[in-house]
């Protein structure tokens, strides 16, 4: 196969398509999502026997048994991709909202329009389950999709991807709004990332090594989302209660999720109080705890903390603790090690609280609660195609209205500028 | 000169003084702009000389008239430069607006906040205005700036580099808020571009080649402002003086400028009525006409255009035009030339122009109004920085909120995830 001839055929199918969704009407897109999630559960058989392929070759080639797990659809994975397109279904569709409609002193009436924009480009590694969440996410916006996972989970993915195109034509929307490429070269990476007259924006999903190659790389816009190294600054006019609460739970209510917090930040004035309280909670979960001098000194059996503690996402049931001057400092702290994803605050005071919030330059800022509320479903967006930990077009969860801009609109009645 | 080391430690300069804008009220960053807009008033004399010096070394060399004149600055120019930055002071500051705060569910309080990008590049060719321009929107936008403007210019833009800081330090502010690269080495713009540790987003503002290559090259996002190949469809609805006034004033008010008409589509049934009275009134203003068969059959001495023409931003008084056979002959022709600035359509009818609002593709869709009123003044913006024809982030005339983001807010009461 002529893999640049082959992208640029897709990219051609992605661009006309994307012209005809963003046309479509509410209801069609919406018939189009439960027609997928028919397909999906009509066709079991064939998506487990892909899978299955899938399976004994990862099996074969030695792959570990946390990228099996991710790889693995099964019965209740099936269940799961249907109940998400019917949850995408039911949510308000953005496009086409307008808003701040305004006349202008010249007589014009002006204002701004939500549309899709375009053409997605998603990038994942193998999940099988990603490739409904993405595609569904894009319809519903009414963008165009190209999608390319990971080469384990190729079988999979093909046979989801018949179940899309199925479902889409059911509905008389063309098969080539959903896109899966069907080769594992990767120079197909290369030719989808730089083709930017066909795809308007890139998500890349997975490792911080492909997010960081494929940002090197594009030329298309790229929406990252890298690590989330987040923190918990313990006020010293916090509530004690609060701040146990929230520094046990944002680290040990789920560790491999990118909102966990790794970094615990406490002034120091309240420090002898609550760290040893807080030093037992983690101990019974089996966090290991490594720390700065001060917190060694003011807690036994816990680990020096090196200054790459600080730049380490853990993903696991390991906490770096520091004991601060004031929130001048944690705040400082934070602006030199944060990934820039995800912080929380704990105080009483509301001075403390609004200096917080400004300072901090981050995706989220958490007043007295914890980290771990930070995503899409608990923000409201109904679902979310990732954790933007980029500045420009969309920070933090993005939902649907990620997947969307703003065009201009304006009324006249035969304006014209003198 | 180590090119590398300076920009390291211009970067490094930027991303702190960042931090202090970012944290200043309105009120001190209106009274830098203010102390701005003083030191160069009383700098007149400095300014003069500096560009005395550009422009005799400009002449020098050669270069056209056309470059010599967006050189030269003069006592008018300073007295425009002035009026900007009292205007950007009178503007409302976006940065701290709090939107959309919501219960959710679970308790907790979310909504937004509008924060400054950070650090702001700016590449521009060798207009000195453009420096006051830049650096005063992205000040008052609670950016740090670092500014690259063209060899030509440099002295010139080094002394109202100087006015700049001297108004920030004036104000308590430091003066890195505002950085001007003082190197002419090409090896800066690529350090520039590619130190996304530093540098949150690039604007180009310039020929296509420049933007292109800087796209090209850039590893930070860039917001482009690629060409204007701006379109008039006048459709068989049409009000024929409407349509006439915005023909002729899309095209003639200004010839250089992007928002000014490329291309006149006209529908079939139509033509023959209006195509010969426009045809008059573009040639009683010297307007060079290119049309396709059709329009070629209609009116005489019109020279044939070539599918190039379809392609081309003229900025000068040339104009192509087609008879297509209805509102998708004209949405499709669009859809393969226009380079998505900005596209009006003449109609009285309210379903052809919801139809044309929503199935053209373009930063600014306008209803019987001149294309010309595409800019950020006329959309009440109060200024701009350029016309994003990018689709992420910005579209469209970009003011002080594209030179934001939001990021989110959450307030709770002590809440944690179960």
Not at 283 to 293: D, H, I, S, T, Y
């Amino acid at each position: 196969m002529n893999i640049k001839h082959y992208m640029q055929q897709v990219g051609q199918q992605a661009r006309a398509a994307s012209r005809m969704i963003a046309a479509a009407d509410t209801g069609i897109k919406n018939d189009a999502l439960l027609a997928i999630a028919a397909a999906l559960d009509a066709s079991r058989k064939e998506l487990l026997a892909a899978n299955a392929i899938d399976m004994a070759q990862g099996e074969k080639d030695g792959l570990d048994s946390a990228l099996l797990d991710r790889l693995s659809l099964g019965d209740k994975g099936i269940d799961a991709m249907i109940e998400g397109l019917t949850q995408v279904a039911a949510l308000p569709d953005p496009c086409g909202e307008i808003s701040d409609m305004k006349y202008r002193p010249s007589g014009i009436q002006v204002g701004k329009m939500r549309v899709p924009l375009g053409v997605v480009g998603i990038i994942y590694e193998s999940r099988p389950n990603v490739t409904i969440d993405a595609a569904s996410l894009c319809l519903k916006s009414g963008n165009a999709t190209i999608l390319r996972g990971g080469k384990e989970a190729l079988h999979s993915n093909q046979a989801i991807a018949r179940c899309i195109q199925q479902g889409l034509e059911q509905v008389g929307l063309p098969a080539t709004v959903v896109q899966v490429i069907e080769t594992i070269d990767r120079e197909a990476v290369a030719e989808l990332i730089t083709m930017s007259e066909y795809v308007d924006v890139i998500i890349p999903r997975g490792g911080r090594g492909l997010i960081e190659r494929i940002a090197n790389d594009a030329t298309v816009s790229v929406i990252k989302h890298l690590d989330g190294i987040c923190h918990v600054y313990i006020d010293d006019q916090a509530d004690e209660e609060k701040a146990f609460n929230i520094a046990v739970n944002s680290k040990t209510h789920r560790y491999g999720v990118c909102n966990a917090m790794e970094t615990l930040l406490i002034a120091e004035p309240i420090a002898a109080v609550i760290l040893p309280r807080l030093v037992d909670a983690y101990r019974n979960k089996e966090v290991e705890l490594r720390g700065c001098e001060k917190t060694c000194a003011l807690a036994d059996g816990i680990l020096p903390a090196t200054d790459s503690d600080w730049q380490t996402e853990y993903l696991a049931p390991i906490l770096s603790i520091r004991i601060v001057g004031n929130m001048q400092a944690a705040i400082d702290h934070i602006g030199q090690y944060s990934s820039g994803h995800t912080e929380a605050i704990v105080t009483e005071s509301i001075t403390r609280a609004r200096q917080f919030m400004t300072l901090v330059d981050s995706s989220a800022i958490i007043v007295n609660a914890s980290t771990r509320f930070a995503d899409g479903f608990e923000f409201g967006l109904g679902a979310e195609i990732g954790i933007s930990t980029d500045k420009i077009h969309v920070r933090g969860p993005v939902g649907l209205e990620g997947l969307t801009s703003q065009k201009w609109i304006v009324f006249g009645d035969g304006h014209i500028r003198t």
